[in-house]
């Protein structure tokens, strides 16, 4: 009988696991899904050392998707980065027919097409989910993969391979190509979200507030079993890296892709810009009966050919637009108005709203954007407001309801001081934001750069979140970038080490230390972008790092151009988008010897990667510096600067002893005679084609 005694310890055994397994889901659905932890790191350190010495006890119940199994506390470990052979691009913006034509009219100077030249256009709707691409070799689904900053994302083959509407095997001798990646948008149905919401409901879950989150949320799942449960679907709309072309046009794409199984929206082939605005009021009507959510329609152009001589501009392709739906809108009250204190020293009013619901998600803030736009609409503290939010827009204030003013709204006062620490706050000349005078001294300011330093485009330290930033400045943890990698160093000696910090254990200490080693080796993109100079984005980092090479020559260039006259000033705003405001902006970053000091510690820390321009190939013009001068025929001068810096050359308006050829077109002027005087390369345009074809 002394089996029945086991029986009914491993029946407890199994009860208890059970209930574990269930809290840790539960903890990690609140921590993944709704970036709102139910108990801290040393909670759930508690919960998984029970269960793992249950499961040590009882090796039965340790099952594949058991958590002890699939993760740690940290998502900094939950799933593996994978590079974006194409980088996953984002989309820019229409909302009005005007917007629509000038994106046509774009397009037609771009490639210089005739005014006669029909330009069609695939309108697709926008799926509101989020982005996947799916690879395929030899038909054989072997990796998905989130968008992530888009040239790397997560890996989430596994869950996606649980998804019944994505094929894992396409179809053999069909002219799938070898290695096919398609590109499309995972979402939630809108009967499938309301489904799940009744079952969290029931179970006593937290709920989704819209199918985007609901989607993403079941995408991001460590154990593929709870994805699994999710009635998920996807479409597909565009390609990633493929082995051997298959169509010539946007519509031929989409035939051939659904005609393998991949499921495709329906959408409209339009030849003008009539055509599209029809379409657009189709589909605004339609879109409430729709089983799934859009935000807009996508515009294509059709010819693949095109598309590929119309190319990027740093995020998004030229060839594609998302004509957006018009923003949801609300009324409620503002209750107060705050200021915010940015890392550049911008105080941006914030209007304090009465929490409301807007397009299914709860708004309690809307930017006020500066004083100026506060007097124009007269904005007041107790008025009744429309407001309104459009996709990941920070929300905004229409206009005020001034019928439904009491008498006690109280006007806004421009500031004189920061509200953080205490310095006077101006404006500049014919700038609409006032700013902190504080620099380095306000608080405010350090830790918003702290917090911009190891953000996703710049450093990307799992871990590291705003919350954990600022308690951690609080507690002098972390004073300046350099601080985040001595951090292990000094822990080690710290008689209050991070793991006995409140919320903290073991496991959370060793992911963030490790993920910050992660990160001791930088792109000098990432690594100029991380630096938050004022109006220095990601776009304008790139090309920095394109044409400096290395942060010596970025240091030497903008000394040396202090001086307005210099050469090394020519240089500086003769790259594409840095005109001498922005110039001047990276030369004050430069000056400042403080600022020097923070970059010389951070490279004691740091291997800060040499800028390698992606896809140059062997070609013949990486690194070289180019001016276009004269009239191009084969081509549009637009087009010509596009090629030549996707290739990795500098495009340059200017003839010097640094430039290495001319490309002269018809009628070529005074800078194809200076290139001959100083022994410069001149190429007629069918060579600069040849060379770059
Ligand atoms: S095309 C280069 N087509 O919208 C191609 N995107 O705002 C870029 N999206 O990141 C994307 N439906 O996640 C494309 N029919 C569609 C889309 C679509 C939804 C999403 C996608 C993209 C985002 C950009």
Redesign the pocket.
Known sequence: MSDSLFDFEAEDAKAQHKKLVQQMRKADEAYYNDDAPIIDDAQYDVLRKELEALEHKYPALQTENSPTQTVGAAPAKGFRKVNHAVP????SNVFNREEVEDFIDRVRRFLGLADSEIIEVVA????D???CSLRYERGILVQAAT?GDGAQGEDITANVKTMSCIPQHLPKDVGVPEILEV?G?IYMSRSAFKALNERQEVHGAKVFANPRNAAAGSVRQLDSAVTAERDLGFFG??LGEISQSFATTQQGVREKLAAWGIPE?PYALCDGVDAIMKNYDTLLETRPDLDYEIDGI?Y?VNRLDWQERLGFVSRA?RW?T?HKFPAEQAITRIHAIDIQVGRTGALTPVARLEPITVGGVVVSNATLHNEDEIERKDIRVGDMVVIQRAGDVIPQVVKVLEDKRKGDEQQFAPLTHCPECGAHAIREEGEAVRRCTGGLTCPKQAVERLKHFVSRLAFDIDGLGDKIIQNFWDDELIKSPADIFTLEARNKESLTPIRNREGWGDLSEKNLLESINNRRKISLNRFIYALGIRQIGEATAKRLARVYGTLDHLREAMIAAQEQGSEAYHDLIAIEDIGPAVAQDLIAFFAEEHNLQVLRDLETHLEIEEYIAPDLGDSAVAGKTIVFTGTLEKTTRAEAKAKAESLGAKVSGSVSKKTDFVVAGEAAGSKLKKAQELGVEVLSEDDWIALVS
Do not use: D, F, N, Q
Not at 88 to 91: A, D, V, Y
Not at 124 to 127: A, F, Q, S, W
């Open positions: 996953m691009l984002s989309l697709e709707p926008k799926i989910g989020l982005s968008r590109r948008e709309y565009a929206t996508v294509k392709p594609a998302a």
